[in-house]
């Protein structure tokens, strides 16, 4: 029978009777016919779209990627290294769509012909092991002898076998011990500490006689045994009592520290002739020239990877200054420590306090030379009295009343109030200047002034105008007036300078736009009442008149400035340090565009503080890694005004005019005792140099007053 034939279209059923009369050539389409053309019909969804032929034909281009469209386009990560989230460009772009561990080899692979000739081999052994057993497996007798039964070995699994213990290999190890610390020790021997030492060893001797007969006595008078040890006992005690007092007097502390003074000069003898008596000639062939001379570098083990944070001379004790640490750098906080060292002994702090934050600032009072004002890095302000051994302020503000929210920059004395009160005003990054008054049992704050944010619109005549934005600017410097009390000026982390006054707490006097980077310090000039610099990160330091919007110098030190003084001989002189581990030193009356000494001081450090010692030719500054080094200023960097006059008298007039440099009335009379020609000469020199730096910067003579 022949097969049905079925349509992939159409389908129809074909009887046996009509197959027939198709093969027989019969059949004439009547009785109904069975058999039926194919017809095609194509089916279409309803929601299929008619195209015409020109579109059917139209040719797309599809594009295979290996770009995953569900990864993450904006995975942000944060770089230790830069200090700042990166957006990272490598994503995963492998998607995964089925993954099944099973446990089927291929049996071509290699794992599958070792685990096959594996299951092969057994099938043989067992095999083998099989045909031997019906081959020669012996018939056991069940009669038993009269004598004992033998345990009969396996005689299919059993094998002999010698062995041999295994012996450990041996090794020799040898170990080195540390060698016990040395400590090299310096000491003088002289007259007097030759007879100190035998009259101790004299008092020693007796004392030991005593005792020695008093136990003597005391073993002779049984009765009186316990009466006798007692009496012997308060004596010891006594006498150790007395040499306690004696160890631990004021008297005593202040010999020791004379003492070690005395030891550290003689230590360091080369450098304290340096810093009294020394002063570099080649001064008088190298004109408009300098050098530093390093001294002494003050150090202590407390202050191992910390920062430099504040420098601070003390206004009674030239010798005295102190040194605030903490850390500049957000991610590496920790405690800080003030530190007050002498000229007279380097070795040794000769007064230390710990704080529980990094100390950020700080400021002797001018009057009160013993109290000295602390910022911190967490907003704190304190007030610490030096002369206390206790480790502990006088004074400290809390978050009740009142302290500063972000690190206080800066903290500087003022003059008493009308009731007397001691008080000092702080800066913070919160935006606050605060004034701190010294009650009797805690410090009362006042806002001066909140920094508001300013910005600058250029108008149609390229006019800029001030405008005011909605927050805060990070205070991070300030400086007063010294003359016009109220008057002081703010440098911002914006990079804006304020001017402002303590009467108006609401605007600004003047804001000057010079900086574009956060300024780190602003001075006033000590002579010249208009004049102040300022000292930025943008490597610029700048000198202002505080009637000009522009500024009159600007000075680009290659590297970021730490910090500028002005110093206090001298109107035209100031220095900056910079992070490079430089010291710039500028004179302008010499050079306008140049520094008079450019010297590197430190090594793989940045140099963060830097002042000037009030009355001698010093200069200390400190780096990043807790060092301060004391630099001596050669003869061409601390001239005055009246130096220049006599040297330009005895270059001019010969002998005759330098004996009338030499011997000025006014000097004559101040040698005499007469106060009124001192202080004669004192205000002609300082108009004198008011009137040079005027006449460096071009300034009106006229509008100078």
Known sequence: MAPKKVSKRHSTEVKPESLEKLRKGTDNGDGGSTWVEPTTVIVKPPDQLNLTEKELEQEFTRVLSAKDPVAPQNIVRFSFKERLYKLDPSVEQCAQHFEMEGNLLHRESEDGKRI???????????????????????????????????????????????????????????????????????????????????????????????????????????ANKDDAEHDHDDGDMKEGAKDADIVH????????????????????????????????????????????????????????????????????????????????????????????????????????????????????????????????????????????????????????????????????????????????????????????????????????MELKLVGITHGPDDNSEETSLVGLAGGSCFDFHGSSEHLFVVGTEEGKIHKCSKAYNSQYLETYNGHYMSIYAVRWNKFHPRIFLTASADWTVKIWDHTQKQPLMSFDLGNAVGDAAWSPYSSSVFAAVTNDGKVHVFDLAENKHEPMCDQKVVRKSKLTHVVFNPKQPLLLVGDDRGGVLCLKLSPNLRKTEEVRSKEKAAASSGSAGADAARKPPAKKRAHEGEQGGAEEKVKSAADMEIERLEKILGLDENSAR
């Open 116 to 222: 096959v000739a594996e299951v092969e081999a057994r099938k043989i052994a067992e095999q083998r092991a099989v045909e031997m057993a019906q081959m020669g497996a012996p018939e056991t007798s069940t009669e038993f002898s009269g004598g004992e039964s033998k345990k009969l070995r396996n005689q299919f699994n059993y094998s002999e076998r010698a062995c041999q213990t295994f012996n450990q290999p041996l090794r020799e190890r040898a170990t080195i011990t540390e060698p016990p610390p040395s400590l090299t020790i310096n000491c003088q021997v002289n007259q007097w500490e030759i007879f100190d030492a035998y009259v101790e060893d004299v008092e020693r001797q007796k004392l030991l006689k005593e005792r020695a007969a008093s136990q003597q006595q005391a073993k002779k008078s049984v």
């Open 249 to 448: 007097s004021a008297a005593m502390s202040r010999s020791l520290k004379i003492m070690e003074r005395m030891v550290n000069q003689n230590t360091w003898d080369e450098i304290a002739q340096d810093y009294k008596y020394w002063d570099d000639q080649s001064d008088s062939f190298k004109e408009g020239e300098g050098t530093l001379l390093p001294l002494w570098k003050f150090w202590t083990e407390k202050v191992r990877r910390k920062h430099v944070t504040a420098l601070c001379w003390n206004p009674e004790y030239n010798d005295l200054f102190a040194v605030g640490y903490g850390s500049y750098d957000f991610m590496k906080q920790g405690s800080g420590v003030i530190c007050c060292f002498s000229l007279k002994n380097p070795s040794h702090p000769e007064y230390s306090f710990t704080t529980e934050t990094g100390v950020m600032c700080l400021d002797f009072h001018p009057q009160h030379s013993s109290l000295l004002a602390v910022g911190c890095y967490d907003g704190t302000v304190m007030i610490f009295d030096i002369r206390n051994k206790l480790n502990k302020p006088i004074f400290y503000s809390t978050v009740k009343n009142g302290k500063h929210t972000d690190p206080v920059w800066q903290v500087s004395w003022q003059e008493e109030d009308l009731a007397k009160n001691l008080n000092f005003f702080s800066i913070s990054s919160d935006g606050r200047v605060t004034l701190w008054t010294m009650s009797k049992s805690e410090l009362q704050y006042t806002d001066v």
